[in-house]
């Protein structure tokens, strides 16, 4: 009976993830300071149905992706300005090549999907591919796709946090090659007076601040 029902259970498991395999699922992604052409990569594959055991070139075994926050991609180095999108509209003088960084502040979401149209590939497959593709400049989202979303799919890019970002108690843990005093003052915090204008070559210093008693009247501490 063991036996019976350990082959039943995983019959159970194979039936559903033969199941999951050719149903369509909703995968999510942010693209929150990721590269904007391994972002367009892996959402190919997931579009296209790539990472299925069932694929073909022919077959629309493909999933739905959501990506999110798509206004905060990143690009490397200089690309925003160098990378330029060529649109021809087949009218006389209608041919433009706009840079990247000025399409993406016109529609935050065009540069995502012309990164991921390109990466599916020159084939007549890919605008059904691309139907099931989702773009959100924001987090916000309709409540009947957040309803439908089952998998998450990993960053392409690690995320490096800032220094501001680290709390105090993980930069006191973090390991030092020095151990400072406790009576050690830094020396951007150290305070300093105004050292003032040093002369030039042939020029007289500055005369020297007056004190307070300098400064009170000569006849007034005299007695008649």
């Given at each position: 009976q063991s036996q019976m029902s350990h082959s039943g259970v995983v019959s159970r498991m194979n039936r559903v993830r033969q199941w999951a395999q050719f149903a369509r699922q909703w995968n999510l992604m942010d693209a929150s300071h990721q590269d904007i052409f391994k972002l367009g990569e892996t959402v190919a594959i997931h579009l296209a149905g790539r990472h299925k055991p069932?694929?073909?070139?022919?077959?629309d075994c493909g999933d739905h992706v959501v990506v999110f926050n798509c206004k905060d991609v990143a690009m490397h180095g200089f690309d925003w300005k160098h990378t330029t999108f060529h649109f021809d509209k087949g009218y006389p003088r209608s041919k433009a090549d706009i840079p990247a960084w000025q399409l993406h502040e016109y529609d935050p979401c065009r540069v995502v999907f012309l990164s991921i149209y390109k990466a599916l590939g020159n084939n007549l497959p890919r605008r059904r591919h691309i139907q099931r593709l989702h773009l959100f400049p924001d987090g916000e989202m309709p409540e009947f796709v957040q309803k439908n979303i089952v998998n998450v799919i990993s960053p392409v890019t690690s995320v490096v946090r800032r220094s501001d970002e680290y709390t105090a108690e993980e930069r006191a843990a973090?390991?030092?090659?020095?151990q400072q005093l406790p009576n050690h003052v830094v020396d951007w915090e150290r305070p300093f007076s105004n050292p003032g204008r040093h002369p030039r070559q042939g020029e007289r210093p500055p005369p020297a601040p007056k004190t307070e008693a300098a400064k009170a009247p000569a006849g007034k501490g005299k007695k008649k």
């Open positions: 069932i694929y073909h070139p022919e077959a973090f390991p030092r090659l020095v």
